[in-house]
């Protein structure tokens, strides 16, 4: 493993543009990336999917890694054998509820001295009027009493066959993002066509074009209660809204801890500060120089 010291030097070598690894999906991750390339930086993103790809913008600075990271092993290998590597920063967006790769990205970034950056989802503050239940676990949902319920499933295609099973009522309906694993996930989960929609979280208020497809989702199945998780952000303040307006009632899953202390967590300004600007590589001094030479 390159320490941080070393990868920083290294990154900075003569005609070596510095580098970040940058570890999202589609909410924070296109900006996070666009804002990064705008500062000089050559960014590697590591995403699950080649649907989730679509989000980026094409750059000749941007390079992809697609499928998932198989344990700390994987994430040595590529923060050693990257085409980019060694990467001055890396930096975890990824989904509050990707624990896992969380946990291992910090575990081996804390043994190599690889400087890590963690973005901060600060929680949504509960609507008033918002008839909210919080479950530690998705468990917990056999323990609640929906037989009357008309239930929205909003938490991802892979648990959709487990909530399915948990939840003590046959009306379920759900919202999946608009590629065949999730249509394949939700129709094996039992979900006929008829309690399906494919469409990407909105992001906006309710109001809002994006918004407003979620409210005449609820208004159309007659959704009386909505299973979401606590992963803060837009997508969870929509939710809260829409289920505080309408009366409905909002089963939220509970965030899982972060792997990292509080003092490792950003909000996206101060981290997109934090990372700065890149040195200017060796060429690039040389044509500051010449130009202020010339001058």
Request: aromatic share 4%; charged share 20%.
């Amino acid at each position: 493993m390159i320490a941080g010291s070393e990868a920083a030097d290294a990154a900075a070598a003569p005609g070596r543009r510095p580098s970040i690894w940058l570890l999202g999906g589609t909410g924070e991750g296109p900006l996070i990336v666009s804002r990064l390339l705008a500062a000089g930086w050559s960014v590697q993103i590591s995403l699950v999917s080649e649907d989730a790809l679509r989000a980026y913008p094409s750059h000749p600075r941007l390079q992809s890694r697609l499928g998932a990271l198989a344990g700390p092993g994987a994430i040595e290998a590529e923060l050693l054998d990257a085409p980019l590597a060694p990467f001055r920063w890396v930096i975890d967006a990824s989904h509050p509820f990707a624990a896992l790769i969380s946990a291992d990205l910090a575990a081996v970034c804390s043994r190599g001295g690889q400087p890590l950056l963690r973005l901060r989802r600060p929680p949504v503050r509960q609507r008033p009027g918002t008839r909210l239940i919080l479950l530690d676990q998705l468990e917990d949902l056999a323990g609640i009493d929906l037989a009357d319920e008309r239930l929205l499933l909003a938490i991802g295609a892979r648990h959709l066959a487990r909530a399915v099973a948990l939840a003590t009522t046959s009306a379920c309906f759900a919202r999946i993002l608009p590629n065949p694993t999730s249509l394949r996930q939700a129709l094996a989960a039992g979900l006929g066509e008829g309690a399906l929609a494919c469409h990407r979280p909105g992001t906006g208020p309710p109001a809002s074009t994006a918004g407003s497809i979620e409210r005449a989702l609820l208004e159309h199945w007659g959704i009386s209660a909505v299973l979401c998780r606590q992963s803060g952000g837009p997508t969870e303040q929509l939710w809260q809204q829409l289920c505080a307006e309408l009366g409905l009632t909002l089963l939220l899953l509970r965030r899982p801890a972060e792997p990292l202390p509080e003092s490792g967590l950003w909000p996206l300004e101060e981290l997109l500060a934090q990372v700065g600007r890149p040195e200017p590589t060796g060429a690039e001094s040389a044509q500051v120089l010449g130009h202020q030479l010339g001058q």
